[in-house]
């Protein structure tokens, strides 16, 4: 049974840089697409982007000047940077698995990590 | 962009009542890639339909999908007490932007 957790810093201060960790355990992280989902507090998700065990990497268009994903596949974990953040960008984050099935789904997901910026 | 719109934003019903819930897109959404996920508080979303009527592992046959085109509808055939929980409504488009969004969601609670 595929498990996700996400691990990092609870806390960022506006406009330094929100980093966050995956690590995907009781599987393989390859042949799938891995993901960070974020959500406001009441508000809907957001896709931030994902990332191939191979390094194909895909971002909202909206993020993509801010963000950056990596993948350690030795770990069996996956990254997320976020620069210059702001008080917009207070969400819990997921890590979530598209199986890459032909459906565009995410099938598993962590249990989220929140994130909030102040100083 | 696609944007999704569910309606309603809240469904108020006791057990055993029926729900029937929908998400309308901003343009033709490809079937394959559409799918329901069901959140409660304080935890992650849940698949539970996709591709729109396929249910995930484990799903209950009271949830069923429907839909084409830029109309899809999520049917709780009889509510048990643990359905009640928001839902979401998810596309994926390739082109012309590469991207994953959801709608607002629908809540479930009770009456």
């Known amino acids: 049974q595929v498990q996700l957790q996400e691990s990092g810093p609870g806390l960022v201060k506006p406009s330094e840089t929100l980093s966050l960790t995956c690590t995907v355990s009781g599987g393989s992280i390859s042949g799938a697409h891995w993901n960070w989902i974020r959500q406001p507090a009441g508000k809907e998700l957001e896709w931030i982007g994902h990332i191939h065990n191979e390094g194909t990497i895909s971002y909202h268009p909206s993020l993509k000047n801010r963000v950056t994903m990596s993948v350690d596949r030795s770990n069996n974990q996956f990254s997320l940077k976020v620069s210059s953040v702001t008080a917009a960008d207070t969400a819990v984050y997921f890590c979530?698995?598209?199986?890459?099935?032909?459906?565009?789904?995410?099938?598993?997901w962590g249990r989220g990590t929140l994130v909030t910026v102040s100083s | 962009e696609i944007v999704l719109t569910q309606s309603p934003g809240t469904l108020s019903l006791s057990p055993g009542d029926r729900a029937t819930l929908s998400c309308r897109a901003s343009?033709?959404?490809?079937?394959?890639?559409f799918a329901w996920y069901q959140q409660k508080a304080g935890q992650p979303p849940r698949l539970l339909i996709y591709g729109p009527s396929n249910r995930a592992p484990g799903i209950p046959d009271r949830f069923s999908g429907s839909g084409s085109g830029t109309d899809f509808t999520l049917t709780i055939s009889r509510l048990e007490p643990e359905d009640f929980a928001v839902y979401y409504c998810?596309?994926?488009?390739?082109?012309?932007?590469?991207?994953?969004?959801f709608g607002p969601g629908t809540k479930v609670d009770l009456k």
């Open positions: 343009q033709t959404v490809n079937n394959d890639f």
């Open positions: 979530a698995r598209d199986p890459v099935d032909g459906h565009g789904h995410f099938d598993k």
């Open positions: 998810q596309q994926h488009q390739t082109s012309p932007l590469f991207t994953f969004t």
